[in-house]
Structures are given as C-alpha cells and as structure tokens.
C-alpha cells in the first residue's frame, strides 16, 4: 500500500472512522512483521557469511 492512501486510511481513522482505523493498525501490522522477517533473515545471511569466511 503506497504512503499517500496510509496517509488517506490515517486521516479518515483520526476523523473518527472506526473501519479506517482497524485498517490502518491491520497494515501496520503486516508492514512491521514484512520489516522484521527481512531483518531476521539479513541477520541469518550476515552469520553464514562469517562463518564462510572463517
């Protein structure tokens, strides 16, 4: 989901839409677990390369 329709969902949430707002915490969500799962596996790439290079 692009910044400019978060920024639309946040607006319509901070207006009082209850929909809106259960959207917005639901892609958040979904953004910080994609956010987490890349760092989880930069971290796994980075020890396999230490451990290569020993």
Not at 5 to 26: E, H, I, V
């Amino acid at each position: 989901m692009s910044s400019d329709k978060l920024t639309a969902m946040l607006a319509r949430a901070a207006s009082g839409d209850p929909d809106a707002a259960a959207a917005f915490l639901r892609t958040r969500a979904v953004r910080v677990q994609a956010a987490e799962r890349f760092r989880t596996s930069g971290r796994a790439a980075a020890w396999r390369m230490i451990r290569a290079a020993e």
